[in-house]
């Protein structure tokens, strides 16, 4: 039902309960029963208030029923009330409550079950990859799941910004710029002279051909970068080997068709003072402590469930990760963004607990719940029947550019946010490659697709955006226009919940609903006002397939 229903079936229960036992004011509940059958929503506030108010349940719930039932405004909603079993009262809806959800969708279009916007802010942080390789596919699902999150969070009227987090400092950025330099030298990753921490991929040989050619790179948020083409000067090649792969990864995005609003560099941590500065301030508010020539951070003194305490500074020098991303946290909380999401791969489990005692220890009044986290696990890619492991051209991985290459960029987004974050996921390329019921993304936009088809060929004089859906009455049109009313609330649940996979769920039952109605029952009829009326049922139905896969960065063909 319609989130206004809602709100009017409880604004009904309540005056009831207030006629029937004044004293009390239950939290009253709707939910749609298991089983069709037994209604379209069901409640329990009989069962709820029976023991408090010395009433037999069943008895209170007629009570209840006839008493809602003699409510002025209450017939135009509900058709029938009934009590079942030990005191629940399950309500089937008029065919007029199920019809408005059509006008609905037609004054709404595109942002049908939005809410109003406000002046929340919300950060989200996602995809976060080291510029030292092309993205892989653990940060595809990042991107998709972020993504979604961030276009869920614009439904319910949030202002949302996507930021990128760059890892540009470390022993990684080290590594990256040493194997350069061998490659740029001619040494190859089989000979024992490469370094033994060094990227063996094809994209470094690439790197020192350009490096050696005075080439110029510009990540998409940067300055222009031309090689210098000394392969004595190591921090030369840092420079241009860091803007080479931020312009690859940035080719990634785009190829993903996601755009960033903010990039933030680690770097800029350092140089700026912030690091510094927050390490200072956890030393002056005493949850710091020398030992063993290292600095550490009293983590299990500040309430975050870390399990022991984590050390800062080591002893031979430099700090250790987790540092520099209390510091970046700081920075995210006084640019005004009170909520802040990180997605990020499972194994930064530990992070969390360490980050947030650092925020906690700096004592500025930040939730000890900030930042949130998504953590999902990582994907395993099928092919054949077999696992796809590595990547030509990353030389250890399967890389977000060689899916796309393979499935297409909607296939990509579709499958990589269709599952809980924290289930693993096997990617079946031959299955996303199918034109089959199995495969989500085929089976839903071929709905779509099926229906404009239908609007083509169906041509009606009458106005099918305003045909009267009044002869809406078959047992399958109703399951349809059910599912469409549900669609708002999906949107606010799976929010609140950062579970863009809701979304996935949704839109293949709102395909199986379609097939099911149009299978069963005929568009082109004689009578023209049904058959007005089931195209207008039909268009509606495109509309919302439409804005579920945008939320999900799918397109929705209107021919396949």
């Known amino acids: 039902m319609l989130p206004e229903q809602h709100a009017q079936l409880i604004a009904l229960l309540h005056a009831v309960v207030q006629t ?37 349940p069943r008895e209170l719930a007629q009570a209840i029923v006839d008493g809602l039932l003699a409510q002025p405004g209450a017939q135009a909603l509900v058709a029938q009330a009934e009590v079942a079993g030990p005191g629940f009262i399950n309500f089937r809806l008029s065919a007029a409550a199920h019809q408005a959800v ?59 910004t996507r930021e990128f987090y760059y890892n540009d400092a470390g022993n990684q950025i080290h590594n990256l710029a040493i194997s350069v330099q061998a ?63 931020r312009r690859e990864q940035d080719l990634d995005l785009q190829a993903f068709d996601l755009k960033f609003d903010n990039y933030y560099l680690e770097s800029s941590l350092y140089s700026s003072g912030r690091v510094e500065r927050t390490v200072q301030a956890l030393i002056a508010a005493g949850y710091t402590y020398e030992k063993d020539g290292a600095l550490w951070l009293r983590t299990t003194d500040l309430g975050t469930g870390d399990d022991k305490d984590r050390v800062m500074r080591k002893s031979e020098g430099g700090y250790t990760y987790f540092v520099p991303d209390v510091a970046y946290h700081v ?56 696992e796809v492991k590595i990547s030509k051209r990353a030389g250890s991985y399967v890389t977000l550019r060689d899916l796309i290459d393979w499935v297409g960029r909607d296939a990509v987004r579709f499958f990589l946010a269709q599952r809980r974050a924290d289930s693993e996921f096997t990617f079946d390329i031959d299955l996303a490659l199918s034109h089959s019921e199995e495969n989500p993304v085929y089976y839903i936009q071929y ?38 009313a549900e669609y708002p609330s999906m949107l606010t649940q799976a929010a609140h919940e950062l579970a ?40 509606a139905t495109a509309q919302v397939i439409a804005n579920g896969l945008s939320l999900l960065g799918v397109s929705a063909p209107d021919r396949m």
């Not at 099926?450 to 955006?465: G, K, M, P, Y």
Request: proline content about 5%; charged content about 25%; aromatic content about 6%.
């Open 331 to 386: 920075a995210k909380w006084e640019r005004g963004f009170h909520t802040a999401i990180n997605i990020q791969g499972s194994d930064h489990h530990g992070t969390v607990a360490r980050v947030r005692a650092g925020l906690q220890g700096l004592k500025l009044g930040i939730p000890a719940d900030y930042p949130a986290y998504v953590l999902h696990k990582m994907v395993r890619v099928m092919r054949d029947g077999a």
């Open 20 to 56: 029937l036992v004044p004293d009390l004011s239950p939290d009253i509940t709707l939910e749609r029963p298991k089983v069709a059958a037994h209604g379209d929503v069901a409640c329990n506030v009989a069962m709820q208030l029976a023991r408090t108010a010395r009433r037999n």
């Open 183 to 245: 490659r740029g030298r001619g040494i190859t990753p089989d000979d024992p002279a490469f370094p033994a921490d060094g990227y063996k991929g094809d994209y470094i040989q690439d790197i020192a051909a350009d490096y050696l050619a005075h080439a110029t790179v510009q990540a998409s948020d940067g300055e222009p970068i031309q090689a210098a083409g000394d392969l004595d000067d190591l921090e030369a090649i840092r420079r241009f080997s860091v803007a080479y792969l």
């Open 102 to 160: 059509l006008e609905a969708i037609r004054t709404q279009g595109e942002h049908y079950g939005w809410q109003p916007a406000g002046d929340r802010q919300i950060l989200v942080e996602f995809v976060s990859a080291n510029p030292t390789g092309p993205l892989h596919v653990g940060h595809a699902r990042q991107a998709a799941l972020g993504d979604s999150i961030c276009r869920l969070f614009t439904t319910q009227g949030a202002r949302v």
């Open 500 to 539: 863009p996979h809701q979304v996935a769920f949704w839109l293949r039952d709102c395909a199986a609903d379609f097939h099911a109605w149009y299978n069963s029952e005929r568009i082109r009829v004689d009578d023209d006002h049904l058959s007005a009326a089931r195209l207008r049922l039909a268009q």
């Open 447 to 484: 709905a779509h697709a099926r229906i404009h088809s239908v609007l083509r060929q169906h041509e009606t004089t009458l106005d099918i955006a305003t045909a009267d859906p009044a002869p809406l009455t078959a047992p399958t049109e109703i399951a349809l226009m059910q599912r469409l």
